[in-house]
């Protein structure tokens, strides 16, 4: 059985639909853990942070030292800006 936590199919078929193979859903993620970036807040710019975790289209941060920003909560990227 083949599942996807996003719901769609992992295995694709080709044009006659003989030949299974797995298509590539992956996105990029625009930021990656140790980066530096500004959380966006009502207009106003806070941080830097530091990117500690990703997921997709998710992020939590932390401040230099490690500790954990808004309790680690997840941050949806149209919130952050690069450093």
């Known amino acids: 059985m083949v599942t996807s936590e996003s719901g769609s199919p992992r295995i694709s078929f080709d044009e006659d639909d003989k030949r299974p193979y797995v ?23 806070e941080g830097p942070y530091v990117i500690a975790s990703v997921t997709t289209g998710k992020y939590t941060l932390s401040l230099e030292n490690g500790e954990a920003v808004r309790n680690g909560e997840e941050i949806s990227i149209v919130y952050l800006e690069a450093a």
Request: without cysteine; aromatic residues 8%.
């Open 23 to 45: 298509k590539d859903n992956a996105q990029k993620p625009k930021y990656h853990v140790g980066d530096k970036v500004y959380l966006l807040n009502g207009g106003s710019r």
